[in-house]
């Protein structure tokens, strides 16, 4: 087993989070019929790709940095 330890670039401290950043919730709204109606048509979807975006920030200096894979 490999425990990766994460050191800020700027002051190297180990207090670092490392988590996903949060995005903002749409809403769609739909009455029951259009509801029902959606799910009787076929879905496919073709060749998409899905991005995690993630952020890193040192607790101690306030150092951020955002990515995405």
């Known amino acids: 087993m490999i425990k990766t ?5 700027k002051c190297d401290s180990t207090d ?3 988590e996903l950043k949060r995005q903002p919730v749409q ?3 739909k009455t029951m019929s259009e509801l029902m109606e959606d799910s009787k048509k ?3 979807t073709h060749g998409v790709y899905y991005y995690a975006y993630w952020i890193l920030l040192c607790k101690d200096c306030g150092h951020r940095l955002e990515y995405y894979i």
């Open 16 to 18: 670092v989070l490392h």
């Open 5 to 9: 330890i994460i050191h800020c670039d």
């Open 27 to 29: 809403e769609q709204h």
């Open 42 to 44: 076929m879905q496919t």
